[in-house]
């Protein structure tokens, strides 16, 4: 590892100034940077600990809650509001990492977390994540995790975090710090597809600190899900995965919101599912046309054709798990 300094501020507006500096990264738990750091990945001239700020989940004054971004990955899929409110948010936090490692994960890192494409943790393969203009060895090689949607010749990665795909559904934003004042940013969108500049991964700016993130007030969140399909039961990134809130109406979708993780650069918002449900049946005839409408952009690689059929009966079966359960 190569040495750096290790910095402990006091407070948000002294954490912006010390992460603005150059060479400095922001450290929340650690469970993935200190990773990297190890792999000289990562080789920051500063670490700026911030898992100490912004520590508390509070209810917002329109019925939402605001996740301060030091707030550990276990607290928040323990919190009885989220749970009653955003249960989809708590299933896909525990389907995340190992109990240790979501006790020292934070929001902030969690939302930050690097892709685990293999050859981005190689020092010695081709990356354009890592050294743009290399070139990417995933594209020929292993790449049976990678993206199927929105990728590019650049870089196939996908984004890993499991807590991402509910945000995304639920419309969450993020409040952030920079030395420009803060700001607020939907996180659709907020991580960036690759491009030709995978190596700029978000639309944080030098020394942007997230400070918290925002659930609107969605009352049909009560009846979601979070289905994760993965090589083992635990301790393992999603092969793919589907965040999912219906309201019904009858036998009518009233309103949905769909997310896929494992699929993309981002977590992969469903818009065109949600086009192809919203104030229709809620019928299996009906899921089956909305995952095609989705799926048709899919541009799956060599060895990793099998997610788009793996993406098509996952969310088949979370729109019907919902349906049943609501209905
Ligand atoms: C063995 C293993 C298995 C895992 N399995 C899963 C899994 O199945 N699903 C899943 O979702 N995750 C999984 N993870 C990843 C884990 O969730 C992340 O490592 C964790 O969420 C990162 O949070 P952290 O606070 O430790 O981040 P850190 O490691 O401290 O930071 C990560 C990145 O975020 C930046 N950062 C931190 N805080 C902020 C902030 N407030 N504002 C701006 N930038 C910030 C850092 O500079 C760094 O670039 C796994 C990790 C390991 C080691």
């Given at each position: 590892m190569t040495p750096f300094r290790y910095e402990a501020p006091l407070d948000t507006p002294a954490a912006v100034i010390l992460g603005a500096a150059r060479g400095a990264k922001y450290l929340g738990g650690g469970t993935n940077l200190v990773d990297l750091m190890h792999e000289t990945i990562a080789r920051p001239d500063s670490t700026v600990a911030v898992s100490r700020l912004a520590g508390e989940i509070a209810d917002a004054d329109d019925g939402g809650l605001i996740i301060g971004a030091g707030v550990k990955n276990t607290a928040i899929a323990a919190d009885r509001r989220v749970r009653e409110r955003f249960p989809f948010l708590a299933q896909a936090i525990l389907s995340g990492a190992s109990g240790q490692i979501r006790n020292m994960a934070t929001v902030g890192g969690n939302i930050m977390q690097r892709t685990r494409c293999v050859y981005f943790f190689d020092g010695g393969a081709s990356c354009n994540k890592r050294a743009p203009g290399a070139g990417c060895d995933a594209i020929g090689g292993l790449?049976?995790?990678?993206?199927?949607?929105?990728?590019s010749t650049a870089c196939v990665a996908t984004h890993p975090s499991d807590m991402c795909v509910a945000l995304a559904a639920l419309g969450a934003t993020l409040t952030v710090h920079g030395p420009g004042g803060a700001r607020t940013l939907p996180i659709v969108g907020f991580h960036r597809l690759?491009?030709?500049?995978?190596?700029?991964?978000?639309?944080?700016?030098?020394?942007?600190?997230?400070t918290a993130v925002r659930l609107p007030?969605?009352?049909?969140?009560?009846?979601s899900a979070y289905r994760k399909v993965r090589d083992r039961a635990s301790y393992a990134f999603a092969l793919l995965s589907v965040a999912a809130a219906m309201e019904l109406d009858g036998g009518r979708i009233a309103d949905v919101r769909i997310a896929f993780g494992g699929?993309?650069?981002?977590?992969?918002?469903a818009l065109k599912a949600e086009a192809a449900l919203r104030d229709g049946p809620a019928t299996e005839e009906a899921f089956h046309a909305a995952a095609a409408a989705e799926l048709a952009d899919a541009r799956p690689l060599r060895d990793n054709g099998f997610k788009v059929e793996l993406a098509n009966r996952t969310l088949i079966a979370v729109l019907g798990q919902l349906a049943g359960a609501a209905g």
């Open positions: 790449h049976r995790n990678h993206a199927i949607l929105g990728a690759p491009g030709e500049t995978p190596h700029i991964e978000t639309l944080l700016q030098p020394g942007e600190l997230i007030k969605l009352p049909f969140a009560k009846n699929v993309a650069h981002r977590p992969w918002r």
